[in-house]
């Protein structure tokens, strides 16, 4: 399934009032994970109440142990104080990565704004070097938007 095939996908799971949204935000990963070859680890961040952290929320790949990640600590934290996509086409070019696992070749991360305020944001790895287009960016836009939608 091809990245425009899937935002009806993502629509349908978004629109599902009868489950909780972390059901919701799992089915998201899962879905995303599944159908994109070169998603690894697929998973949401929220800012942690008025701390300057981030904490874990729902998520499909290898456990990790960054449940917690402080704003401005990795490519998450940089988002969070940023406000802006941060697309890594090789982790270990960057100074700032907080590495959750050695297979881990690329990472891109796209805020979620609910009211104009960075609540958020989906984290996806990927074991493949340089993964990640310009599609992959618009189309994380539009779950993020779509996701925006049931957390205001």
Same mark, same amino acid.
């Given at each position: 399934?091809?990245?425009?095939?899937?935002?009806?996908?993502?629509?349908?799971?978004?629109?599902?009032?009868?489950?909780?949204?972390?059901?919701?935000?799992?089915?998201?990963?899962?879905?995303?994970?599944?159908?994109?070859?070169?998603?690894?680890?697929?998973?949401?961040?929220?800012?942690?109440?008025?701390?300057?952290?981030?904490?874990?929320?729902?998520? &499909?790949?290898?456990?990790?142990?960054?449940? $917690?990640?402080?704003? !401005?600590?990795? *490519?998450?934290?940089?988002?969070?104080? /940023? @406000?802006?996509?941060?697309?890594?086409?090789?982790?270990?070019?960057?100074?700032?990565?907080?590495?959750?696992?050695?297979? &881990?070749?690329?990472?891109?991360?796209?805020? $979620?704004?609910?009211? !104009?305020?960075? *609540?958020?944001?989906?984290?996806?790895? /990927? @074991?493949?070097?340089?993964?990640?287009?310009?599609?992959?960016?618009?189309?994380?836009?539009?779950?993020?938007?779509?996701?925006?939608?049931?957390?205001?």
């Amino acid at each position: 399934m091809n990245l425009i095939e899937l935002k009806p996908e993502v629509k349908s799971i978004i629109n599902q009032s009868e489950i909780t949204l972390d059901k919701r935000l799992h089915k998201i990963c899962e879905l995303l994970e599944s159908n994109v070859d070169h998603y690894n680890w697929v998973g949401f961040y929220f800012k942690n109440g008025d701390k300057e952290e981030l904490k874990l929320g729902p998520y &499909v790949g290898e456990p990790t142990d960054h449940t $917690i990640i402080p704003f !401005g600590k990795g *490519i998450c934290g940089q988002v969070a104080v /940023s @406000n802006q996509n941060f697309v890594v086409p090789d982790v270990s070019a960057q100074d700032n990565y907080i590495a959750c696992s050695i297979t &881990v070749k690329a990472e891109i991360v796209v805020p $979620i704004f609910v009211n !104009g305020e960075n *609540i958020g944001q989906i984290d996806i790895d /990927s @074991n493949t070097p340089d993964p990640f287009t310009e599609a992959d960016e618009r189309f994380l836009e539009f779950v993020c938007e779509e996701v925006s939608h049931i957390l205001a």
